[in-house]
């Protein structure tokens, strides 16, 4: 499968994609720590995908996106940025708005 399609498939088959260095649990920079702490405080589940451990990945996304840097967050399969905007989305409440509220 090419690279291009392997993100297309893992960014439509899941809510919350973060492509990062390292992983959710343990990331490996400074900027994907800041992305995981922001989309930790939301609640809600979402795939880390460790760059790291696939040189094409991590040189793919920057192309499937045109965005030249690291960490990357898709929602609903939509590119909302890195780690700045995430953080400013989420200091608006514009980040939270994207998901629409579970409660009956």
Known sequence: MATSDRIRQLVTENEIVVFMKGVPESPQCGFSAGVVKVLDAIGRPYVGINVL???FLREG???YSDWPTLPQVY???EFIGGCDIVR???ASGELQALFPSESA
């Open 53 to 55: 451990d696939d040189p």
């Open 75 to 77: 929602v609903g399969g």
């Open 61 to 63: 996304i920057k192309e």
């Open 88 to 90: 400013d989305m989420y």
